[in-house]
């Protein structure tokens, strides 16, 4: 069974930085390329960042770019998600997201496989 740990939300005030992590179990992890998604209060889930199985490739949504940093530790089943310089408009429930295809370079996922999420505030 496929699961799916986020944690690492919370509160933060602007310019301030956070670090998500998400811990997955019951699939070979090294196998599959990982994503962070995040939905706000009345919007559609939405892709973050992406990584692919050897870590070779990495891709961010162009809001986040210079300001995220995608990482993954296969040793370790964890993919993380370093967070820079929030701003309001980032605040969301961020999701943790196993990509359907093997071997995949973590670009145009389309996930089957979703965390609990967790919630990052951003306060102005």
């Known amino acids: 069974q496929v699961q799916l740990t986020e944690s690492g939300g919370g509160l933060v005030q602007t310019g301030g930085s956070m670090n998500l992590s998400c811990v997955a179990s019951?699939?070979?992890?090294?196998?599959?390329?990982m994503g962070w998604f995040r939905q706000a209060p009345g919007k559609e889930r939405t892709f973050v960042a992406g990584?692919?199985?050897?870590?070779?490739?990495?891709y961010y949504t162009d809001s986040v770019k210079g300001r995220f940093t995608i990482s993954r530790d296969n040793a370790k089943n964890t993919v993380y998600l370093r967070m820079n310089d929030l701003q309001p408009e980032d605040t969301a429930v961020y999701y943790c997201a196993r990509d359907s295809v093997g071997y995949g370079l973590g670009y145009r996922m389309r996930p089957d496989n979703w965390g609990q999420g967790t919630q990052v505030t951003v306060s102005s």
């Open positions: 990584i692919a199985w050897n870590s070779l490739k990495k």
């Open positions: 019951g699939f070979t992890f090294s196998r599959f390329a």
